[in-house]
């Protein structure tokens, strides 16, 4: 027998909002490496969020940013073992993300050069109109940007990574993750300066 | 004078480091999916090794009981001759047919005392042809006479038809000496060959026969006979009749194990897939016409049902609704909660099969039961699908087959399952039981797998199904 079509079904899902407690986060960790599904459970609802941001800085649309949170929570299960419980663990699940994000961005083949912003803006960024903007519209811009200027910004630009870096880990140059940075710049200047007057033009 | 550039990066850093967008609904399930995957297949390898030490035991089980089946004919006389010669039949003979040399008696041996039970086993076993007629005068102390057509009284053992081919001088000697009374009665039972029992002193090559070759069996041995001989008779007797029809009807449980990887690596449509679909219920129901030739293979073929029902549920992920706070001095709301929703899909998708067997086996039995190994392919006849899916395209629900208007029809969705599911190899064993010589009652534990998959090639995702099915039928014997 077939079941009705049920319209408007809700379900409301609090964001947790507590610190974390390294004790918790201990238990927690040997309780994923047993198995637990638990366990597993409530470390992906732990860092699934701030992953997910991660992955959507990363990837060209949200389908994709999904599809690596995915393969990447599966890379944290079955490698934490290999945490030693040194150092901050977010930071090594980010690792993990970010990893996972640039493994499939190579294995996309994503162009580094696309139609460039090659002109500098005329005048510089207020701060304040980055400021206005919500988490989610900065998400957006970053990922208008094209593909290997996204992937050199999010590493040196908000991951810290240096240009030797960013450039052993995507396979490029230095010089070529230099210019790839400031064009990725000019890229979101020029975005910004488009909202900014349009925010002016509406106030 | 800070650079504008890296003043920049700090805006996004300070910002994006580290900010939180709740995932999607569906990552979950499928990321709990693979999980359990992993969980499942040392459980699923346990299944597997349990299943083979089944079916070794059962092996192991028919081959000890046939060779105490072998062991047990080859001791206990043969019923069937038994019963041929009839109950008036008091015949002794020898199992061997050999002549046995007739040892010398003692002289001046004395005249040993007999007991009863052993004069009477004694005197049963004067009633050779050649002695018949002249034991009517025999007196043996503890004996009476007893006329020519002598009928044993109730004795604890049952005389067995073992032809003695005795020498014509050993019958002639055996004769006078029953004439001349007492003495010689013992010479004769010294010299008979005849004599089992212990107590008579017997040469040692004698007794060796004697325990090679039972005469007499006990009473207890009719018992056993009378069980082995019922269990016979509720068994098709497949010796006499190698060749016969077989007909099975079945049905039972099945496990349907579904398998969905991305054939244009499309791993997002995958995802949906395996989030939106899950499994369920499965039968299969059959019949089946068997031809036994030299009594133990088989051919099979007849017809097979299966049907498949899986579980289509969808929430619509897009729609999402973010609950904000706005804190004074705080530009930045904080996200304090999250609504999921609208557009709950649930319905059944349904996959029917009508299928031709046609298997090869192998049957071993052993009394009433027995058990049969099969193997062979299976072609689709008849494929018929009905349900829900995601539409690669669209990414939302979409209808197949003729099922209600739960979703609208696209035009990929009527695209996504071949006409036939083609071939499978399928294999089995069975384990069946006599009610009669004609009917008996079978389990038949049977696996199967589709050997292409399902789904057409130009849809993005492959589709294949192995399925784990348990048969509970009867069979009739014609």
């Known amino acids: 027998m077939l079941h009705l079509v049920k319209c408007a079904y809700l379900r409301v899902l609090l964001t947790p909002l507590s610190c974390i407690n390294p004790l918790n986060e201990y238990d927690l960790i040997r309780g994923c490496i047993r198995g637990s599904a638990k366990c597993q459970r409530d470390l992906y609802e732990r860092y699934a969020g701030k992953m997910y941001a991660v992955c959507l800085r990363y990837a060209r649309t949200r389908e994709d940013a999904a599809d690596i949170l995915q393969e990447g929570f599966l890379k944290v299960f079955s490698k934490l073992e290999q945490f030693q419980f040194q150092g901050s663990f977010e930071g090594w699940i980010r690792r993990v993300m970010v990893n996972t994000a640039l493994r499939a961005y190579q294995k996309q083949r994503f162009e580094y050069e696309q139609s460039g912003y090659e002109r500098l803006p005329e005048s510089p960024v207020d701060p304040d109109a980055v400021a206005m903007l919500s988490e989610e519209e900065l998400l957006n811009l970053v990922r208008q940007l094209p593909d290997g200027y996204r992937a050199v910004f999010n590493l040196v630009a908000i991951e810290g990574y240096s240009h030797a870096e960013a450039a052993e880990v995507l396979g490029i140059q230095e010089s070529t993750s230099r210019s790839q940075l400031t064009k990725a710049r000019r890229h979101l200047e020029t975005e910004l300066i488009k909202i900014e007057k349009i925010t002016d033009r509406a106030l | ?478």
């Open chain 2, 1 to 478: 004078m800070e650079n504008p550039e890296q003043k920049l990066d700090d805006l996004f850093r300070q910002r994006l480091h580290g900010a939180e967008v709740p995932p999607p609904p569906f990552v979950w399930p499928a990321l709990e999916a693979e999980l359990r995957k992993k969980r499942r297949r040392p459980i699923l390898l346990f299944w597997l090794l349990g299943f083979i030490g089944v079916c070794t035991g059962m092996g192991l089980w028919y081959f000890i009981t046939m060779d105490q089946t072998s062991s047990l004919a080859s001791s206990a006389p043969n019923p069937s001759e038994q019963e041929a010669l009839g109950p008036e039949s008091k015949t002794l003979t020898m199992a061997t047919g050999e002549t046995t040399p007739v040892p010398e008696p003692a002289a001046a041996e004395p005249r040993q005392e007999m007991e009863p039970s052993t004069t009477q086993s004694a005197k049963g076993q004067l009633r050779s042809r050649g002695v018949a007629q002249k034991a009517e005068n025999v007196k043996v102390k503890g004996l009476e006479t007893r006329p020519q057509a002598y009928s044993m009284p109730e004795s604890p053992f049952v005389e067995t038809s073992v032809d003695v081919p005795l020498a014509a001088a050993e019958t002639s000697t055996i004769s006078g000496s029953v004439e001349a009374g007492e003495n010689q009665a013992n010479q004769t039972l010294a010299k008979s060959s005849l004599d089992q029992t212990a107590a008579v002193t017997l040469p040692p090559q004698m007794l060796g026969r004697s325990l090679r070759a039972p005469l007499i069996t006990p009473k207890k041995f009719k018992t056993t006979n009378s069980k082995s001989s019922s269990r016979q008779k509720l068994c098709y007797d497949f010796t006499r009749q190698p060749s016969a029809w077989l007909v099975d009807v079945y049905g039972g449980p099945s496990l349907a194990q579904r398998s969905l990887t991305s054939a244009l690596d499309d791993q997002p449509y995958l995802n949906q897939r395996l989030s939106t679909e899950h499994r369920n219920l499965a039968y299969q129901a059959g019949a089946r016409v068997s031809l036994m030739f030299k009594g133990n293979f088989l051919v099979r073929s007849g017809v097979h049902y299966e049907q498949i029902t899986e579980t289509f549920e969808y929430i619509d992920p897009t729609s999402v609704t973010y609950i904000l706070t706005y804190f004074p001095g705080n530009p930045v709301p904080d996200t304090v909660g999250v609504l999921y929703g609208e557009n709950y899909l649930k319905t059944y998708n349904r996959y029917f099969f009508v299928d031709v067997p046609l298997t090869v086996g192998m049957e071993m039995r052993s009394g009433r039961t027995g058990f049969s190994i099969n193997a062979g392919i299976m072609a689709n006849l008849l494929f018929n699908q009905r349900g829900v899916i995601i539409d690669p395209q669209s990414h939302q629900p979409a209808r197949f087959g003729p099922i209600g208007k739960v979703a609208p029809k696209t035009a990929l969705s009527e695209e996504v399952f071949r006409p036939s599911a083609g071939l499978s190899a399928t294999a089995s064993v069975q384990w069946f039981w006599h009610l009669s010589p004609h009917y008996r009652i079978f389990v038949e534990p049977s696996f199967r797998q589709i050997l292409r998959p399902v789904s057409l090639a130009s849809h993005p995702v492959e589709h294949r199904y192995s399925i784990f099915s348990l048969k509970l039928g009867a069979t009739k014997i014609f």
